[in-house]
């Protein structure tokens, strides 16, 4: 019988103190995943001390670097170490641990190559989102779709998971530093969906935007989406590769 594949969660952080130590508890509890990194962007508050006493591997950046550096920083340590499938999540409890499998049993039994979470699927959800964010994301995707021809319903949702040697492809450099910001996760998933090799494949999942309205992304309107926004432009355009 086949191994397992072993799998990595991944969850970029960036002052998350109060939210990390939970997001890490609640991905052990499912028994799903065989590591988790928290990817700290240089937090000033005590996530990085909150994740470790939660039992992740801290990946910390001496400086703020941006999600796309530290979500590299995360599936990189991953290759380094032998994992076969990474999850990514959010590390500010936006995502619901106990939808894991939706997302995972697809890779695990090799019906997949990558899978897109998406609130807007039927059994998806999103829970008391701001109606700027309902719109912007929905555009969003829109966008995406015209732009590869491919109907991704979802296209900003950071809950995804697929196989690490998808990194292996020639045509995909993770490494360019123009992703470090909001740009690499974009620039993935347009690579992937683009692709003919990669069967991908979207998942309904549950989205919560909790607390404040001023803490529901540290995202900055316009230039945030405008980083967002640009993979897709410049690749189609084939000013970046």
């Known amino acids: 019988m086949n191994e397992r594949p ?7 952080a960036f002052n998350e103190q109060g939210k990390i130590g939970k997001v890490v508890s609640k991905v052990t509890a499912t028994g799903l ?5 928290v990817a700290d962007d240089c937090s000033t508050d005590n996530t990085y001390n909150e ?18 550096a530290g979500i590299r920083n995360g599936l990189m340590y991953g290759k380094q170490k032998g994992y076969d499938i990474a999850v990514i999540m959010s590390g500010d409890d936006q995502h619901e641990p106990k939808e894991l499998p939706e997302v995972l049993n697809p890779l695990i039994n090799k019906e997949a190559d990558f899978i897109q979470g998406s609130r807007r699927l039927k059994g998806g959800k999103t829970v008391d989102a701001p109606l700027f964010r309902q719109i912007t994301t929905r555009l969003f995707s829109l966008f995406f779709t015209v732009i590869t021809g491919q109907r991704i319903t979802d296209g900003t949702n950071g809950f995804r998971g697929f196989y690490l040697s998808i990194l292996d492809d020639e045509h995909i ?24 090799k990669y069967r991908v494949v979207e998942k309904p999942i549950t989205i919560y935007y ?3 309205t001023k803490e529901y992304s540290k995202m900055k309107p316009f230039r945030d989406w405008w980083r967002i926004a640009r993979p897709l432009v410049f690749l189609a355009l084939r000013i970046r590769r």
């Open 6 to 12: 072993k799998i990595i969660c991944i969850l970029p």
């Open 210 to 212: 909790r607390g404040e």
């Open 173 to 196: 450099n993770l490494e360019q530093s123009w992703l470090n910001t909001y740009e690499l996760e974009p620039y993935l998933l347009y690579k992937v969906v683009k692709s003919p």
């Open 33 to 37: 995943v065989d590591k988790i990194v």
């Open 51 to 68: 994740a470790i006493e939660a039992g992740a591997h801290v990946i910390r950046h001496d400086v703020n670097m941006g999600v796309g």
